[in-house]
């Protein structure tokens, strides 16, 4: 299968949104007391504006038919002037998602090393994310890339 990263256009829309409901879908199946299903986090009003913003890029494989595989919406953050953070520039991962048809034939790979080559190139320096415990697949892919835990979240349920 012939994979080619770019940036998502606003033709790209319907698709992720389809994406987006699938990651919603993991999530609540994982955990159904936080996430309500199937639902998607962004408008398509949102959608457009944050595809115009170059500190929210978002990335789409597509096949060699032009069809989008999956996405990884990214976010720019700094601290600056923080008293106790340094200013570094990170690159956020906000959403990455495969669709459940073509995972297994390195989609996920191909948008996560675009994304690492992307922020490399504007010199970021670090990429981060936060991936559900309740998602195993999504957390032994990450490893899978090199990334390690950088801060825990917990909970306690009352």
């Given at each position: 299968m012939d994979l080619r990263v770019r940036r998502a256009e606003k033709g790209d829309i319907p698709r992720i949104t389809e994406l987006l409901?699938?990651?919603d879908m993991v999530h609540h199946n994982g955990r159904p007391d936080i996430f309500k299903g199937p639902a998607t986090k962004y408008s398509e009003d949102e959608l457009c504006a944050i595809l115009k913003d170059d500190l929210t890029p978002v990335f789409v494989c597509v096949d060699e038919s032009g069809g989008v595989l999956g996405h990884a919406f990214c976010i720019h953050k700094q601290?600056?002037?923080n008293s106790v953070l340094t200013d570094?520039?990170?690159l956020y991962i906000d959403d990455i998602c495969v669709d459940?048809?073509?995972r297994g034939k390195h989609v996920g790979k191909t948008l996560f090393d675009y994304v690492i080559?992307?922020?490399r190139e504007h010199e970021?320096?670090?990429v981060t994310l936060n991936v559900w415990s309740c998602n195993a697949s999504a957390v032994k892919f990450y490893e899978a890339m090199g990334m390690t835990p950088q801060k825990?979240?917990?909970e306690k349920i009352l």
């Open positions: 409901v699938q990651v601290e600056k002037n570094i520039r990170t459940a048809k073509a080559s992307y922020a970021y320096y670090n825990i979240g917990m």
